[in-house]
């Protein structure tokens, strides 16, 4: 007979995400909307997180509140970890080696494989929140090397974006708006560059991921194909049919 773990208040919570302290709104879509996903997700806000000592200042002084909250997400049953914002890949290895569980901080985790998978000349697109605080710290932190092929582009002078994303907020989110916005943005690093496919780091930018690729047609790799593929091969299923 198997041996059923007690001690909890609550069970069947599959994901932990740490998310840093905003108060715009998250729509379908958004890592911190949990009707995004199709199994259920475990929250935990870090009071002294702020998106301006996460992305713009890459505040090393909030590791401990990262690690004690992957620690408390262990605890309380999750069986992943993953965060709000792709920026916290600075803190890939110390999560992952702070907790006994899956830790995967941020969607850039999935460049390199998105690089392997693509024909020599193609270049992997990476559209993230703020292209300025993105530095060659945060890509080494997964696995992003000089060698591999990336073309990056950034949010930070999208108003549009920025304005209901960011800590001081200035007008409501307007999906459409957002939407043409990325589009737009997509369009234009394909022509730029030869693409083969998009990740998008910032976590707020999944609730576009159909739009920009029905318009790019090319993979578009996000936080939630990440949390889905962990998901899947820490679920797995059996498999049925005949022969």
Known sequence: MVEIASGRNNYGQFLGI???????????????????FDFPVRY????????????????????????????DLEAEGVRATTTSCGFMALFQNELANAVDIPVFTSSLLQVPLACRMLREGKRVGIVTGN??????????????????PIAIVGMEHQEDFTEAIGEHLKRPVDPKRIEKIMISVCRNLKKKENLGAI???CTNLSP???????????????????????????FRSRFEGFL
């Open 18 to 36: 740490i998310m840093l302290k905003t108060s715009f709104t998250r729509i379908p879509g958004d890592i911190g909307n949990a009707s995004t």
């Open 131 to 148: 292209s300025k605080a993105l530095t060659e710290d945060h890509l080494g932190a997964v696995g992003i090397t000089d060698s591999m």
């Open 208 to 234: 576009y991921a159909k739009a920009v690729q029905d318009e790019v047609g090319l993979p578009v790799y996000d936080i939630t194909t990440l949390c889905n593929y962990a998901y899947s091969v820490t």
């Open 44 to 71: 935990k806000v870090i009071e002294e997180a702020t998106p301006i000592r996460v992305v713009d200042e890459a505040d090393r002084a909030l590791l401990p509140h990262f690690i004690a909250a992957a620690r």
């Open 199 to 201: 990740v998008f780091e």
